[in-house]
């Protein structure tokens, strides 16, 4: 069974910094693309920063230069370091590990529980 337990959300200033972590069970992390997503209120879920199976990080415009993904495949952990924070960064993020069918072609996503950020003064 695939579990993907977040961690690291709250509440900070604008211009602040928030560390979010996802570690992940049951799945063979090391070879599975990885993403974080949000949603804010009223609002559809939209991708924020991911890593490719190639091992490429995008990024949303919004969060391009102010958010960073990694992963530390030793932990099956992926983090979003998100700097500079502002109020329109306030949703809740999901992080998403797509598993790869590699023998029967297509994938299964997996999604965890989803964090609170609210930048607020």
């Known amino acids: 069974q695939v579990q993907l337990v977040e961690s690291g959300g709250g509440l900070v200033q604008p211009g602040g910094s928030l560390r979010l972590s996802c570690v992940a069970s049951?799945?063979?992390?090391?070879?599975?693309?990885v993403g974080w997503y949000r949603q804010a209120p009223g609002k559809q879920r939209e991708l924020v920063a991911e890593?490719?199976?190639?091992?490429?990080?995008n990024y949303v415009d919004s969060v391009q230069g102010r958010f960073t993904i990694s992963r530390d495949n030793a932990k099956n952990t992926v983090y979003l370091q998100m700097n500079r924070l502002t109020p329109e960064d306030t949703a809740v993020y999901y992080c998403?590990?797509?598993?790869?069918?590699?023998?029967?072609?297509?994938?299964?996503?997996?999604w965890g529980q989803g964090t609170q950020v609210t930048v607020s003064s």
């Open positions: 998403n590990v797509r598993e790869i069918k590699w023998a029967q072609g297509g994938h299964n996503d997996y």
């Open positions: 890593i490719t199976l190639g091992g490429t990080s």
């Open positions: 049951g799945i063979i992390f090391s070879i599975s693309p």
